[in-house]
């Protein structure tokens, strides 16, 4: 079952997804403490400008990978963790075994590039750090004489690990 989730992507995971919509799992709504928020991508812009495409391809990744609508998005914000989404979502669990959070790992490296060291869901940083996990390991790829932005399956491994 490795390699299969080794080779996920963010089309994998979309495909994935409406084949659970289809069987009656459809949309998963968002936690209260995020589903009240107002969508607001003036915050991701603000924050990331230039790489504003970048933080929302990020962003439609971790929502295909929990079944939320590419339409809450925004109502994320940098700061939020992927951990804590996750306690809203599973309050009484022990130790977080989602897949989830597999299929978001594996979306993001294939779509990115490069490779996130394995870990526990409850350690994944937040958006703004998965960001600067990103843009450095696009820095590393680009002055390693590869391109500066690298596109889905580009190979490019680099950057520090996406965990702590």
């Given at each position: 079952m490795g390699s299969v989730i080794?080779?996920?992507?963010?089309?994998?995971?979309?495909?994935?997804?409406?084949?659970?919509?289809?069987v009656g799992v459809g949309d998963r709504n968002l936690p209260p403490q995020f589903r009240d928020r107002l969508a607001d991508a003036e915050v991701w812009?603000?924050?990331?400008?230039?790489?504003?495409?970048?933080?929302?391809?990020?962003?439609?990744?971790?929502?295909?990978?929990?079944?939320?609508?590419?339409?809450?998005?925004f109502k994320f914000r940098p700061e939020d963790t992927v951990s804590a989404v996750y306690r809203a979502l599973y309050p009484s669990r022990g130790?977080?075994?989602?897949?989830?959070?597999?299929?978001?790992?594996?979306?993001?490296?294939?779509?990115?590039?490069?490779?996130?060291?394995?870990?526990?869901p409850e350690e994944i940083k937040s958006f703004e750090q998965i960001m600067a996990e990103i843009k450095n390991a696009?820095?590393?790829?680009?002055?390693?004489?590869?391109?500066?932005?690298?596109?889905?399956?580009?190979?490019?491994?680099?950057?520090p690990p996406l965990v702590s």
């Open positions: 080794h080779r996920v992507g963010r089309n994998d995971v979309k495909v994935l997804s409406k084949i659970l919509r289809a812009r603000d924050r990331f400008g230039q790489d504003f495409g970048i933080a929302d391809r990020m962003l439609l990744i971790f929502c295909d990978a929990f079944m939320f609508t590419a339409e809450d998005r130790v977080p075994d989602a897949l989830e959070d597999t299929f978001l790992i594996r979306g993001l490296e294939k779509e990115f590039g490069f490779t996130f060291d394995e870990a526990r696009q820095r590393g790829a680009a002055s390693n004489g590869g391109p500066a932005m690298p596109s889905a399956g580009s190979g490019v491994t680099g950057g």
